[in-house]
């Protein structure tokens, strides 16, 4: 089964900029469509944005011009840039593979913006 694990959270000040990492352990090909999710515990989980397997991203709009996701096909490592981070961003940010109907996950990782 294929793991994702995400890497990189943290703390930072308002208006700085954070990368977070997914690492596949098999192939970023493996899936559809690669992304990034975000969550407030005991609520759902929000698209921040994604990246086919042709490599064109997508964003929710409250994220456009500030996060950008990337990929290195090498590392098997997809990744997501934030810059001019909000204390809205505050989030755990979760790492997601599609293929077909299938959804795999990481584990989340803490991205905490204060003000």
């Known amino acids: 089964q294929v793991q994702l694990v995400e890497s990189g959270g943290g703390l930072v000040q308002a208006g700085g900029s954070l990368r977070i990492s997914c690492l596949v352990s098999?192939?970023?090909?493996?899936?559809?469509?690669m992304g990034w999710y975000r969550q407030v515990p005991g609520k759902g989980r929000g698209l921040v944005g994604f990246?086919?397997?042709?490599?064109?991203?997508k964003y929710t709009d409250s994220v456009k011009g500030r996060f950008s996701i990337s990929r290195d096909t090498a590392k098997n490592t997809l990744s997501l840039q934030m810059n001019d981070l909000k204390p809205e961003d505050t989030y755990v940010y979760y790492c997601?593979?599609?293929?077909?109907?299938?959804?795999?996950w990481g584990q989340g990782t803490r991205v905490t913006v204060s003000s």
């Open positions: 098999g192939s970023i090909f493996d899936f559809d469509y």
């Open positions: 990246m086919t397997s042709g490599g064109t991203p």
């Open positions: 997601n593979g599609r293929s077909g109907e299938t959804d795999d």
